[in-house]
């Protein structure tokens, strides 16, 4: 699949069909030139246009909108865009038309094709390796090497692409840190993110364990419905995961659901948090942004990723913990029983108050903010307790917590 990519990338292919049977398409993979094709109004030119997304030179031009768009589904189809956008004149609305690929669902399971009327293929030739003492060239949006600038900077979208199974368009999210993320869209219509090692890290003593460990945990249980779905994983080129996320994570509008709602995404966090630590393991990664809602049907959930990945990296690799949403034990370096309380508790303090977090653990009720309206005040000395700064005097599991502050809300 990486030599498949590459190959397609290189050579401007449009995309990539991975047969997984002679009889079954088990995935597609877009180049990015040919995401989408769009029909817009120019009146530069007095007429529509037909434009790649990605480029700034017309294909054709039309008198009209029809003909403009009846060009465009022919050139659809001779050069295989994965979508056709027809705008109206003011550039806002569009129509949408698949690829046929897409249309019929060539990958739905249950399709079967005819053997003999797939033509035969011959097997790709294997990339020709650098002569001994060469340098491969560069691809533009690969970061510099250590040797140019004395420092690894993250994955480009070429390099996540041709690591990670079903990615063919990539958006930083977050390349600061120990760990990377991305956002990418994932086949079925859904969205994923990716969250990798930093490759400055990726061969450090005791970092593929510490991700490993993390990872194992979540991958055991992510079939909980507040667990996020991990989609695909690997160690190449650094340990990675790829997940199901929604549209936003809590850290986006957590503050801007009802009351209601914010009680019902802590109920779910709690959920997940029961589910994949239980009562005795020491667990963390509670914190806004790895806190994902997603709609189904016609209510809102919440789904937790990451499950401490980034703490046990920066652990394994020796850089400081910081952060309102972290226990004060995972910010020496170590976990508790009650550490998942302690980050339900901090989340609970925001989306209560408004506020972030106090610095200081073991606040007195009397110094929590009033809660917003339609959240008892009662809630304030069930928060201080989760927030204590030893780990003994908290509750003894999210779920108490978590009862105790719905009975008194």
Request: with cysteine; proline share 8%; hydrophobic share 35%.
């Amino acid at each position: 699949m990486r030599y498949a990519k590459s190959k397609m990338e290189a050579d401007r292919h449009p995309c990539i069909v991975r047969w997984d049977s002679p009889r079954s398409v088990g995935a597609l993979y877009w180049n990015p030139l040919f995401e989408t094709l769009e029909v817009r109004r120019d009146e530069l030119v007095g007429g529509w246009t037909v434009v790649p997304a990605g480029g700034t030179c017309a294909m054709t031009v039309a008198p009209s909108r029809e003909d403009a768009a009846d060009r465009a589904k022919k050139l659809q189809r001779l050069y295989d865009f994965k979508h056709l956008r027809v705008y109206d004149g003011r550039g806002e609305e569009y129509e949408e038309r698949d690829h046929r690929f897409l249309r019929h669902d060539i990958t739905r399971s249950g399709v079967r094709f005819d053997p003999d009327a797939v033509a035969e293929v011959p097997e790709p030739e294997q990339p020709d390796e650098p002569d001994a003492g060469t340098t491969a060239s560069k691809s533009a949006d690969e970061p510099a090497g250590p040797s140019d600038v004395g420092m690894v900077g993250p994955a480009s979208p070429g390099q996540l692409g041709a690591s990670v199974p079903d990615v063919t368009q990539v958006e930083f999210t977050d390349t600061d840190g120990a760990v990377h993320r991305y956002s990418t869209p994932w086949h079925g219509g859904t969205e994923a993110q990716i969250i990798t090692v930093s490759r400055k890290y990726a061969t450090d003593e005791g970092v593929p364990a510490a991700f490993a460990e993390a990872f194992e945990r979540w991958r055991a249980n992510d079939d909980g419905p507040h667990v996020a779905t991990v989609h695909e994983s690997g160690t190449d080129p650094t340990s990675w995961v790829a997940y199901r996320v929604g549209d936003h994570s809590l850290a986006d509008i957590g503050t801007e659901l009802p009351a209601r709602s914010r009680l019902e995404v802590l109920g779910d966090i709690a959920d997940a948090a029961a589910a994949v630590g239980g009562p005795s393991t020491p667990l963390c990664g509670l914190s806004p942004e790895n806190v994902h809602l997603m709609e189904a049907e016609g209510d809102r959930r919440a789904t937790v990723a990451n499950w401490g990945i980034e703490w046990a990296v920066r652990d394994a690799v020796g850089l400081s913990h910081d952060g309102p949403f972290l226990a004060p034990e995972q910010r020496e370096g170590r976990l508790s029983v009650t550490t998942d309380v302690y980050q339900l508790g901090a989340l609970s303090y925001w989306l209560c108050c408004e506020q972030r977090p106090p610095e200081t653990p073991t606040p007195q009720p009397s110094e929590i903010p009033r809660p917003i309206q339609s959240v008892s005040s009662r809630v304030k000395p069930h928060l201080a307790q989760a927030l204590a700064a030893d780990p003994d005097e908290r509750f003894s599991s999210v779920e108490a917590f978590y009862r105790a502050l719905v009975d008194a809300a």
